[in-house]
Nanobody, 116 residues
Framework: VQLVESGGGLVQPGGSLRLSCAASGNIFRIDNMGWYRQAPGNERELVAVITASGTTDYSDSVKGRSAISGDNAKHTVYLRMNSLKPEDTAVYYC???????????WGQGTLVTVSS
């Protein structure tokens, strides 16, 4: 499975953005996909996850101002984030998991900078 993220960039506080993650390869093995982020000096943390059945979950830090969604036809997962704060600045990574094989896949990451 290969994952390619896009959509990062510089955003002003209070702004919005949408990240995309396109999956290719043995995507039929994927059980869920998610977004993680890592800010300088911090550990990588879960932001949002969506299962193959469409169930979603969010970290408390983004709950209520973010939405994760998937387009099965395009094999793409999106993360929409609103009301962005400087503390949302991080490299955002797409993640996919195949629980039956115990495999975890990562994208290369896309940088989101929230600053005026």
């Amino acid at each position: 499975v290969q994952l390619v993220e896009s959509g990062g960039g510089l955003v002003q506080p209070g702004g919005s953005l949408r990240l995309s993650c396109a999956a290719s390869g043995n995507i039929f093995r994927i059980d869920n996909m998610g977004w993680y982020r890592q800010a300088p000096g911090n550990e990588r943390e879960l932001v949002a996850v969506i299962t193959a059945s469409g169930t979603t979950d969010y970290s408390d830090s983004v709950k209520g101002r973010s939405a994760i969604s998937g387009d099965n036809a395009k094999h793409t997962v999106y993360l929409r984030m609103n009301s962005l704060k400087p503390e949302d600045t991080a490299v955002y990574y797409c993640n996919a998991r195949d629980y039956s094989r115990g495999d975890v896949y990562w994208g290369q990451g896309t940088l989101v900078t929230v600053s005026s």
